[in-house]
Each structure stands twice: as structure tokens, then as C-alpha cells.
């Protein structure tokens, strides 16, 4: 990883923080597959279960060429990782970034099935991305990308077999691609609509009302939750978001119409603090028309470090895996970390964060309002239904209620962390499946 001075797209120029380092050395994969031991063991998981678990059952590697606005052709690397399918069809997101590795895939893919069981929804778990900056390509060649990669995935996805979806780098847009791209190749020989083969679409073409701020929603539904346990007030609560993307900026918008303020905010190219707190609709405008909040008036400009030490009730990491580590969470001065991001903390954080009394609410029920929604999605597309806002909305609540009480339950009768028990409550529903069906007679 090299670890020059960058331009950023706002022109500023930036240093890639020490976290980006970590993140290439980061085991992401070993990570989670530690997480399903633990979990194992409290469980009593038969072994040839978590045997099976152990590995995701494809990974899909395509190198895959496309024309670049000068002419030239550049090779891409794709992945679509299938871990497990048991439940339902695999589901998961995209994501585009010049960090994706088959690792990080992986372990993203075995925590979709983990999430989408804890959700009791009949879906397995996938992930999938591509390797390349999204911020510096331009908007016909993002397009290209996304129609050449989903051209190559071919028939390995489809609406009963893979559905993909946004996460980080790919929007509503990139899906309307991938699905007229399946539609015109794969999806052509099917007598019937294919709009579900991908969820997060413009509501225009098939996506469902609420599934852009579904992942901010139901973080927010647990963060409620939570705040109704402790007896605490979310009205004039103060929150640190790091990423303000979909999720890290629909999080903040939806707790703010709750009275509480983000008073520091931070991305790849900084870190901004305001102790009056951001106007997080204008915020969220500035970031959608200038792809960072590089230049964002009203804030003061502030270190990584120092956005980790300042005071606040909530800390919402919302950008990439690895980003609590050691020092991050002996330096974290809150009483919450709701994690909108998919392992935002590294074990050894998570141990301090819980040795310092700070709550956390693991990434695998935090943010499974995205994919549940997206189930939402691919329902109404089945039957081909128009569901409305309250309706998408209330179901979300009481989805992401049930989950949090029961993984609430499982961590108080197990002595266990949310995270444990998280992934105790899938396994569980998992176990149950395979136990029924007598796989090896
Ligand atoms: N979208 C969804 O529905 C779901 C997403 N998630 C998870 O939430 C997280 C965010 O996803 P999403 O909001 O969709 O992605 P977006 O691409 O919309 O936003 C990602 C944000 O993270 C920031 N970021 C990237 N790298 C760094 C870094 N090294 N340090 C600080 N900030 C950084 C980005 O800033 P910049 O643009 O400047 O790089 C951007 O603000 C991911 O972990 C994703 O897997 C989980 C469940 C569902
Ligand atoms: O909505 C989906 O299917 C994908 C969500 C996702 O990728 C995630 O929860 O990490």
C-alpha cells in the first residue's frame, strides 16, 4: 500500500490515514470466522455445522475489461463471494473500493448470512465488489463498470439464486444498470419479471419506498431500543459520525427529527467538528453534489485522533471495517457505539470499548434495516406490490424490535456480548434448518 500524498476529489490535498494502512493487513475474514467459534461454542453448534459454515460455498472471481473515456482498455477485478444459501437465495451488497479483497468479501458474505438469519428472513448471505476508486472514474465509465461486471456475473445471480444490492461506493443508479443489464442478457430468457434479481433500485424501476435510509432507519429503531433500556434521552443527545454516506448521513438525519446533534463528522478526506451541531439535510446535499465533505463550510477542520477523543453520547462508525482499533477505543469518550458499518471494530476494540463500560450494538443486528428492507423490496417485486412508506416503515420497527430483544435475551442468559449473542441467535435458526434436514444420513 503506498502511502503518498493524494489528491482528493475536492483538490485538497490528503494523506491517507494510518487506518487505510490497517485496514490491507487486517484479516477481516479471520475476524468473523473468530466471532462464529465463540459463538459456536456457547451454542453447542454441532461441528459438521460449523464445518460447513467454516467457508462460503463459491467465490466467483472475473477479471473483466472495459473502455475508458481516452480509449483505453483497463481490466477490473471482480468478486460475488455465495457463502451460504440454507435459508433462502444469497443476498448482499456491492461494494466498490480500492481496498476490496477477496478477504473482505468473504467475511462480508458469511456476515450476511449471519444478519439474515438473526432477521429470520429467507434469504442467505453473499457480498460482492469490485476493486477500483469510484470517485475517480468518470460517471459513463462507473456505468460501463457496472454493466461489464454484471454481464460477466452472467447467471450466478438471478431473483431466486443471488440478489445483490448497494453498499459502500454503489447507489440506487448502479443497481437500475445491473438490472437492465441482467434484463437484457439472462434475465431475456425468463418469461417472467426479473426485477428482483437486484433490491436498492430507484423506486421507478421496482425499489421499494424507504430502502435508501432503511440501514440509518433501523439503526436508529436499535439505537431506540437501547436508549429505552438505559432510560436514556436521545433529545439533545450528541452523536460523532464517521462516513457520512448512506448510512452515516441518513443515521444522522433520522436522529436528528429525534432532537439529537452531530457535532463531528469525518470521511477520507477529513475530519469536521461543530459543537452547535451540523445541519445534517444540508450536509448530506453538500456530500451527494461533492462526493466528500471536503470543503464543507461551518465546521472546524479536526485530526482523526482528535474526533476520537471528543465527548459525545453516541459514536456512529458508518465507513469501513477496522476503524476501532486499540487506540481508538481506549481514546472514544461515549457511552454507545452503534456500529452502521460492518465490523467497525476490531476484537481487541471491542474488548476495551466493553472492558470501559461502553455499550455497542454489533453491526449484524445494527444494520440489518438494509437488507431487511431490501427483502421488503424483493417481495413486493414478487407479487408485484406497492407498499407505502408507513407500511415499510412500521414492519422495519417491529422487525428490528424482535431482533433486538431476542439477541437482548440470548447475551443476558449466555453471559455473553451483543456480538456473541448476535451470531448465536443466526447459528441457532441455521442449526435448526440443517438439523431438520438430515444432511448427512
Ligand atoms: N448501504 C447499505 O444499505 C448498508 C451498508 N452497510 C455498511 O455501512 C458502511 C457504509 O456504507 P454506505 O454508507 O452504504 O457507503 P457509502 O459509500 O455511501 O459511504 C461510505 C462512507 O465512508 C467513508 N469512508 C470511506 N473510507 C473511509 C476512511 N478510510 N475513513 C473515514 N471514512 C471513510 C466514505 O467517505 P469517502 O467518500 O470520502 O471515501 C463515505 O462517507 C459499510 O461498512 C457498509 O458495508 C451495512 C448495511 C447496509
Ligand atoms: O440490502 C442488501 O441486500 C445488502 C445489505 C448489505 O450489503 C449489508 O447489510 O451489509
Redesign the pocket.
Known amino acids: 500500500m503506498d502511502n503518498q500524498q493524494t489528491v482528493?476529489?475536492a483538490g485538497s490535498v490528503s494523506v491517507?490515514?494510518a487506518?487505510?494502512e490497517k485496514?490491507h493487513k487486517y484479516e477481516f475474514f479471520k475476524v468473523v470466522q473468530g466471532y462464529l467459534d465463540e459463538a459456536a461454542r456457547v451454542i453447542d453448534l454441532p461441528e459438521y455445522i460449523k464445518t460447513i459454515l467454516s467457508q462460503p460455498k463459491n467465490e466467483i472471481i472475473i477479471n473483466f475489461p472495459v473502455k475508458m473515456d481516452d480509449g483505453s482498455i483497463r481490466l477490473f477485478k471482480g468478486y460475488r463471494v455465495q457463502h451460504n444459501n440454507l435459508l433462502g437465495p444469497y443476498k448482499g451488497?456491492i461494494?466498490?473500493?480500492e481496498?476490496v479483497s477477496l478477504d473482505d468479501v468473504k467475511a462480508?458474505a458469511a456476515m450476511m448470512t449471519w444478519?439474515c438469519a438473526l432477521m429470520n428472513l429467507p434469504l442467505g448471505g453473499g457480498k460482492g465488489g469490485v476493486k477500483f476508486d469510484?470517485?475517480k472514474v468518470s460517471r459513463d465509465e462507473l456505468q460501463r463498470i457496472t454493466r461489464r461486471f454484471f454481464h460477466a456475473l452472467g447467471s450466478n445471480i438471478g431473483p431466486d439464486t443471488d440478489i445483490p444490492?448497494?453498499?459502500?461506493?454503489?447507489?440506487a443508479k448502479a443497481m437500475a444498470w445491473a438490472m437492465d443489464t441482467y434484463m437484457n442478457t439472462v434475465g431475456s430468457l425468463f418469461r417472467q419479471s426479473v426485477k428482483g434479481v437486484v433490491t436498492?433500485k430507484p423506486v421507478a424501476c421496482g425499489g421499494t419506498l424507504g430502502?435508501e435510509k432503511?440501514?440509518?432507519q433501523g439503526l436508529v429503531y436499535c439505537i431506540q431500543e437501547w436508549a429505552e433500556e438505559r432510560d436514556f434521552q436521545l433529545g439533545g443527545a450528541t452523536l460523532i459520525v464517521?462516513?457520512?454516506?448512506?448510512?452515516?448521513?441518513?443515521t444522522s438525519l433520522i436522529l436528528s427529527r429525534l432532537g439529537a446533534s452531530t457535532i463531528a463528522v469525518?470521511?477520507?478526506?477529513g475530519?469536521l467538528y461543530n459543537p452547535e451541531g451540523f445541519n445534517p439535510h444540508k450536509l448530506q446535499d453538500y456530500?451527494k453534489k461533492n462526493?466528500?465533505?471536503?470543503g464543507y463550510p461551518g465546521g472546524k477542520h479536526i485530526s482523526?485522533e482528535e474526533f476520537f477523543k471528543i465527548k459525545a453520547d453516541i459514536f456512529i462508525?458508518?465507513?469501513?471495517?477496522n476503524?476501532v482499533g486499540i487506540d481508538e477505543a481506549k481514546a472514544l469518550n461515549v457511552k454507545l457505539v452503534a456500529e452502521?458499518?460492518?465490523?467497525?471494530c476490531s476484537p481487541e476494540g471491542e474488548r476495551i470499548l466493553i472492558d470501559r463500560g461502553i455499550d455497542i450494538l454489533p453491526?449484524v443486528l445494527a444494520?440489518?434495516?438494509?437488507?431487511t428492507v431490501?427483502y421488503y423490496e424483493w417481495v413486493q417485486n414478487k407479487r408485484s406490490e406497492h407498499w407505502t412508506l408507513e407500511e415499510v416503515d412500521e414492519r422495519l420497527e417491529k422487525a428490528m424490535q424482535r431482533a433486538y430483544r431476542e439477541v437482548v435475551e440470548v447475551a443476558r442468559q449466555k453471559k455473553c456480548s451483543m456480538r456473541v449473542a448476535a451470531y448465536a441467535v443466526a447459528l441457532q435458526r441455521i442449526a435448526a434448518a440443517y438439523g431438520e434436514r438430515d444432511i448427512f444420513p
Open positions: 482528493s476529489t491517507p490515514p487506518s487505510v485496514h451488497g461494494r466498490y473500493h481496498g462480508l444478519k469510484p470517485n444490492a448497494p453498499d459502500v461506493g454503489t447507489d436498492g430502502r432503511a440501514t440509518g464517521q462516513g457520512f454516506g448512506n448510512v452515516g448521513s441518513f469525518g470521511d477520507h478526506t475530519y456530500v462526493r466528500s465533505i471536503a482523526r462508525p458508518a465507513a469501513l471495517e476503524q452502521g458499518a460492518n465490523g467497525p453491526d444494520n440489518a434495516g438494509g437488507v431490501s
